[in-house]
């Protein structure tokens, strides 16, 4: 089982729409979640971080479940701008003497007119 | 402006000729990371630093090398690049292991 997984898509939905993204992960441990979005052959930038009591950033809501060691994201109202690949990271808990971030493959979304 | 700079953006080589890759980051932090990311394999993680002088390998080491003798540089090292290390390359820094992680702009590598 892949410590991180995610559904690769693609997401086609029309401009407003709104998509819900879902990611599971392995390690019971782990406390630090986050979001990051990658466009096209450029660097993965920090969407949000995941907070237990869930969080929202404008169109973007995420949401962690611990007992099912899940994360999600919904984005509503969807634009074209918001073609991306998203992807899941968690950490992974102390392995190997350390607490590194692990990343999933990541979801593409394509919003189209 | 916090930022972490990798050069060059893009290379192509050929098989045996050594290659490095440069990084540095302007935030101070002291965790720097390289990884590699392959359609379908997402990002993995190939060396990666605590501080100055403290490196180690992370999931797939095999064919690069790295150092850290300042704290701001991490470069990357292929000293015999073959074809199956054409790829796109991040580097990256954050305060701590798994805190969030800020991302250089990619190095494209090809190697023919």
């Known amino acids: 089982r892949k410590e991180v997984e995610q559904d690769p898509g693609p997401f086609n939905v029309p401009e407003g729409a709104t998509v819900a993204f879902n990611c599971t992960y392995s390690?019971?441990?782990?406390?630090?979640f986050f979001w990051y979005r990658q466009d096209c052959r450029k660097e993965p930038k920090l969407l949000m971080s995941?907070?237990?009591s869930g969080n929202e950033d404008g169109r973007f809501t995420a949401q962690l479940n611990r007992a099912s060691q899940y994360i999600s994201l919904l984005i509503r109202d969807s634009k074209l701008s918001d073609s991306a690949t998203y992807l899941c990271v968690v950490n992974g808990g102390f392995s190997g003497g350390y607490n590194k971030l692990i990343f999933g493959a990541g979801t593409r979304l394509a919003v189209h007119p | 402006e916090a930022q972490v700079t990798q050069n060059p953006r893009y290379l192509i080589t050929v098989t045996g000729k050594k290659l490095t890759v440069t990084c540095s980051q302007n935030?101070?932090?002291?965790?720097m990371s390289w990884y590699r990311q392959d359609p379908g394999l997402g990002l993995r993680q190939i060396y990666y630093?605590?501080?100055?002088?403290?490196?180690d390998k992370g999931d797939v080491p095999e064919g690069y090398k790295v150092s850290r003798k300042e704290k701001r540089n991490f470069p990357l090292i292929l000293e015999s690049p073959s074809p199956n290390q054409t790829s796109l390359y991040f580097c990256?820094?954050?305060?701590?292991?798994?805190?969030?992680?800020?991302f250089g702009q990619g190095t494209r590598l090809t190697v023919v």
């Open positions: 630093s605590m501080n100055v002088e403290v490196t």
């Open positions: 995941v907070y237990s």
């Open positions: 390690n019971s441990a782990s406390q630090s």
């Open positions: 935030m101070n932090h002291e965790y």
């Open positions: 990256a820094s954050s305060l701590a292991t798994y805190t969030e992680a800020f």
